[in-house]
């Protein structure tokens, strides 16, 4: 029987990285020294390498991950693993959620420790996205799932999937809804297809998007915070250059009350979504009274952000404004997500 193709598109990050001369660890791998790394990947796969660029994940930007997607749109391959860094894997793998609509496997993972390091995860969290990406299960629900990061040999959803640690091994988790699959020995044992029906909603109105960046500012709400860059920003030459702004919220969708002035002026210049700082929503919508609580805010025109994390709540609105979609359109895009 001939093995699956599975075409592995490399971007950078530690797992890519390698020692200079003072021992500091530099971007350097490629594509075909990942797979090299991993010689049994042969004998489940024909693997097809491919480098796309060579920088830290904290660097890539919404057009690369455009271009990105693009490029995966015409692999011709039965799945495809995408290697990066680790720092911003929540938000690149949302995005390629977002902008992906394919029949086959695509898996994106990573590496905590370096390969300089005594046991770097590097080459096992890549054969196990391999191994997730020839699975069974996962190729014929590839399309239910969507887009998967595989981490630690666990699956965990794109719209879900978090960094909840700057260093160790264990760094990802899905807070919300715990992991789709795990893997275990050389098996992927499935747990749960994910709900995917805000997903979905928005990829239709966001098919074939185009636009150029819409950059969107990140306000997150702190003890006595009065929210003073707010209007700075707005008075600003083209307001910075920012079209919209996501402001990461107190609990269940609360501001400070000395902020509210800045926040209502702010939902009054730009699209701007409400989402939970604490992590992960579903926000409250009617519960509390006052002028910075949910009622008010939503009455005001703030976006409700549902269950997405900030920074993916920020690129879902990126999203939308590159596609020059309108405020009602995005508030109920966003409103699907709870
Ligand atoms: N700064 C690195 C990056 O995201 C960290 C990592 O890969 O884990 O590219």
Same mark, same amino acid.
């Given at each position: 029987m001939s093995k699956p193709r599975i075409h592995v598109l490399a971007l950078g990050g530690t797992i890519a990285t390698r020692p200079d001369s003072t021992g500091a660890m530099q971007m350097g791998l490629g594509a075909d020294d990942l797979v090299a790394a991993v010689p049994v990947l042969k004998e489940i796969a024909e693997i097809g390498a491919e480098t796309v660029s060579r920088v830290g994940s904290h660097s890539l930007s919404f057009d690369q991950i455009h271009a990105l997607a693009t490029r995966i749109r015409d692999v011709k391959a039965d799945g495809v693993v995408v290697t990066q860094g680790t720092d911003t894997m929540e938000e690149t793998s949302f995005l390629l959620d977002l902008l992906l609509d394919l029949e086959i496997p695509v898996i994106v993972t990573a590496a905590?420790?370096?390969? $300089?390091?005594? #046991?770097?995860d590097g080459p096992g969290n890549l054969l196990a996205a391999v191994r997730v990406a020839t699975d069974d299960w996962v190729r014929k629900n590839a399309k239910a799932l969507g887009v998967v990061a595989v981490m630690l040999d666990e699956v965990y959803a794109a719209s879900d999937v978090l960094k909840?640690?700057?260093?160790?091994?264990? $760094?990802?988790? #899905?807070?919300?809804?715990?992991?789709l699959a795990a893997l275990v020995e050389d098996r992927v044992v499935p747990f749960a297809l994910p709900v995917r029906n805000a997903v979905v909603a928005a990829r239709s109105k966001l $098919?074939?998007?185009?636009?150029k960046a819409a950059p969107v500012a990140l306000f997150w709400m702190s003890l006595d915070?009065? $929210?003073?860059?707010m209007p700075f920003m707005l008075a600003a030459p083209d307001r910075l250059g920012f079209r919209g702004a996501v402001i990461a919220a107190m609990g269940g969708g609360h501001t400070p009350e000395r902020a509210t002035e800045n926040v209502i002026g702010l939902a009054k210049a730009m699209p701007t979504v409400v989402s939970p700082r604490a992590g992960g929503g579903p926000m409250l919508r009617k519960t509390y009274g006052g002028s910075s609580s949910e009622i008010a805010l939503r009455e005001a025109g703030l976006i409700w952000g549902g269950r997405l994390h900030p920074l993916k709540a920020r690129v879902l609105l990126e999203t939308c404004l590159r596609a020059g979609l309108d405020r009602a359109t995005i508030a109920e895009l966003f409103d699907a997500f709870g």
């Open positions: 905590m420790r370096n390969p $300089a390091l005594t #046991s770097p909840v640690h700057p260093t160790r091994l264990n $760094a990802f988790a #899905s807070t919300q809804t715990g992991p $098919a074939g998007v185009s636009g915070d009065d $929210a003073a860059l």
